[in-house]
């Protein structure tokens, strides 16, 4: 783990190493998401096989039936209407294409989140391969979610939190610091470069969140006593920012969120973050520079390849104060 302090300079440490940073009175805000097993492997009645990937549920509703919107390959072979089967109780309809996307129908004979659990795989970014010929997801199932995994809907970990185990996180409260959490499902588009020439002309994707009542004072009574609201995750922070007060305190609220960070932004509730080492032109690095500053970002880039970091989902992280 690399710290960034304000003062510019960059240590280096084992992740543990966090709670050494941490405060009595700090506030640790994680993002309780959990990934779906949203990579489906379907069969066409002639055999073929046809894969799909869920990227967001259209309906709000949980049962026998649902609505998604999904890609799915081999592309060019599949129209509307068809309808495939994945395991022994789970089918998917195609309804309807929009621009490179599929909106399909999942039906199950009991719900269909029991059945995706049963027959679905983790959503691995493109960036991870691994052995066609070995369990697709042996390892990953596991490792791809945070410990305090929660609430379904993820098509990629928020993964600054895959560094914290259950013993590190009694241990941070242990020390006075206390944790809260949000929600936030991380979309497809986290994936999807930046191809504006101007990163103010880029239009983020939208994704769901909830800021929690109990979420919300909990920032509340940090600001009271004098902590500091720690974001674990970018996605954490895009969650705080868009229920930001001026006076450093949230509001509590749901819905959709398109709140777009990149340098230059002001920002008002969080005051220190935990994240991975991100791609290139992507926004989870536009939001990270926004925060520590472009060239300090910059340095500390150069300094992890020195030093040999690994970079983006089972990565390394660092922390910056």
């Known amino acids: 783990m690399a710290v960034c302090r304000a003062t510019g300079s960059i240590t280096h440490h084992r992740f543990p190493d966090l709670c050494g940073f941490l405060r009595r009175g700090d506030l640790l805000v994680v993002n309780d998401t959990k990934v779906i097993r949203g990579r489906l492997r379907a069969r066409k009645d002639t055999g073929a096989s046809v894969e799909i990937f869920l990227l967001a549920r259209r309906d709000g509703g949980e049962g026998r039936s649902e609505t998604w919107e999904a890609l799915a390959r081999p592309s060019r072979r599949l129209r509307e209407g068809m309808t495939f089967s994945v395991g022994k109780d789970l089918h998917v309809t195609l309804l309807s294409r929009e621009t490179g996307r599929w909106v399909v129908r999942l039906t199950a004979d009991d719900s269909v989140s029991a059945a995706l659990e049963r027959a679905g795989e983790v959503p691995l970014p493109p960036y991870i391969r691994r052995s066609s010929c070995g369990p697709p997801d042996s390892c990953d199932a596991q490792r791809y979610q945070t410990v305090y995994a929660v609430h379904p809907g993820s098509v990629a970990a928020p993964t600054a939190g895959l560094h914290f185990d259950g013993e590190m996180l009694d241990e941070i409260r242990g020390l006075g610091a206390d944790v809260a959490t949000i929600t936030l499902a991380v979309g497809y588009g986290t994936f999807s470069p930046i191809r504006t020439k101007e990163v103010e002309s880029y239009r983020i994707h939208a994704e769901p969140y909830r800021l929690s009542p109990g979420a919300a004072a909990a920032v509340a ?45 002001r920002f008002r509730a969080v005051d220190a973050l935990v994240t991975n080492f991100h791609l290139p032109r992507s926004s989870l690095l536009a939001l990270v520079m926004a925060f520590a500053g472009v060239e300090r970002i910059r340095e500390a880039y150069r300094c992890a390849v020195e030093h040999g970091y690994r970079f983006f989902s089972y990565g390394d992280a660092m922390f910056i104060r």
């Not at 940090?222 to 996605?235: D, K, L, N, P, S």
Request: charged share 25%; with cysteine; proline share 4%.
């Open 221 to 265: 009574a940090t600001r009271e006593r004098g902590g500091r609201v720690i974001a674990v995750g970018t996605t954490s922070v895009r969650v705080l920012e868009t229920c930001a007060r001026e006076d450093g305190r949230v509001n509590p609220s749901e819905g959709m969120t398109r709140h777009f960070i990149y340098p230059g932004y």
